[in-house]
């Protein structure tokens, strides 16, 4: 059981450039969650899905997309990467008695 | 609307001091409330949880006593070690909230040998 994976780990990449953070996991839950988490605060929720073919927006959306075709996988989409993008992306998971699993996050950085 | 307010940190302890994180809440309804703990480098992971009024939650050393009355979540811990440095987050989880989890900021805990 391998619970909540991430990739990449760290990524760079240069203004303009496009990428996709892959989450995957083996609960079967069907809530999962892309936040972000700046230096030294707290985390703040960019999409969500309750289940396969549905998503929704959380409170930072703006130049992520997300889909959700299976129950499994939850992959978050950066379009023409700014510096403002420069954060630590976790995934998550939740149970039907609301606990969350995160992932171990993958670090970031846009030049 | 459903928020979750935590104590500042850092906060910097001695090794077997004792620790208090405050948190409070603001929900309608009945949420259930959280401590998350965030090692350095790694995802949050649930250390306790809440689901009504006057339940202790409680693993690790750490507890923490759903009170409704004061609104609050407050985790403590008898004797902190090195081993607890890290962030704590305050969070809550209520029906009328949707599908959504609320964070609070976070506790940067220290604890010198």
């Known amino acids: 059981n391998a619970g909540v994976t991430q990739t990449p780990k760290f990524r760079i990449l240069k203004i303009g450039q496009s990428m996709t953070l892959q989450c995957a996991q083996d609960?079967?839950?069907?809530?999962m969650y892309w936040y972000r988490q700046d230096p030294g605060m707290g985390l703040k929720l960019i999409y969500y899905s309750v289940g396969a073919g549905i998503t929704d927006k959380g409170e930072v959306p703006n130049g992520y997309n997300v889909s959700r075709s299976t129950t499994e996988d939850f992959p978050l989409r950066l379009e023409l990467a700014a510096p403002s993008q420069t954060s630590v992306y976790f995934c998550?998971?939740?149970?039907?008695?609301?606990?969350?699993?995160f992932g171990p996050g993958t670090r970031l950085t846009v030049l | 609307g459903n928020s979750v307010t935590q104590m500042e940190g850092p906060v910097t302890l001695s090794e077997e001091a004792f620790l208090t994180i405050n948190c409070t809440y603001t929900a309608t309804g009945y949420p259930s409330l959280f401590w998350y703990v965030q090692y350095p480098g790694e995802g949050l992971q649930l250390l306790l949880k809440a689901t009504k009024a006057d339940d202790k939650g409680s693993n690790k050393g750490f507890e923490a006593t759903y009170r409704k009355e004061t609104t609050s979540f407050h985790l403590e811990k008898g004797s902190v070690q090195v081993s607890d440095s890290a962030v704590y987050f305050c969070?809550?989880?209520?029906?009328?909230?949707?599908?959504?989890?609320?964070f609070g900021a976070g506790t940067r805990l220290f604890v010198k040998a």
């Open positions: 609960m079967n839950h069907n809530y």
């Open positions: 969070a809550l989880s209520n029906p009328t909230g949707g599908f959504k989890t609320i």
């Open positions: 998550a998971s939740r149970t039907s008695t609301d606990t969350q699993y």
